[in-house]
Nanobody, 123 residues
């Protein structure tokens, strides 16, 4: 079992940036991958990006390329999502995802979810 805890959301003005963090704990296998999704009420959960812990491969949704950047935090098993040039349409709950199979780009891949961190972009 893996636990995921997100932090870093909040209220930001258009054009601003945020750094979201997710810490994983528990039984983590070599094939484990972590990623980020987001969801607006009434809409499906949308994939943003993922990375696998072992090889460091990073994959981004086409819509995320350019403004979203994944990195590993200084603490063990920590994944960072840097989001720049935020716009009101980026307002959503952002969820950290954990996947045992090494790929984490669609909801059916996900074995573990964090509780989410709210990002609100507004002036």
């Amino acid at each position: 079992e893996v636990q995921l805890v997100e932090s870093g959301g909040g209220l930001v003005q258009p054009g601003g940036s945020l750094r979201l963090s997710c810490v994983a704990s528990g039984t983590i296998y070599r094939t484990f991958a972590m990623g980020w999704f987001r969801q607006v009420p009434g809409q499906e959960r949308e994939y943003i990006a993922f990375t696998d812990f072992n090889g460091g491969r990073r994959h981004y949704a086409d819509s995320a390329k350019g403004r979203f950047t994944l990195s590993q935090g200084n603490a063990k098993n920590t994944l960072i999502l840097q989001v720049n040039s935020l716009q009101p349409e980026d307002t959503a709950m952002y969820y950290c995802a954990g996947c045992d199979i090494g790929v984490c780009s669609v909801v059916p891949d996900v074995n573990y979810w964090g509780h989410g961190t709210q990002v609100t972009v507004s002036s």
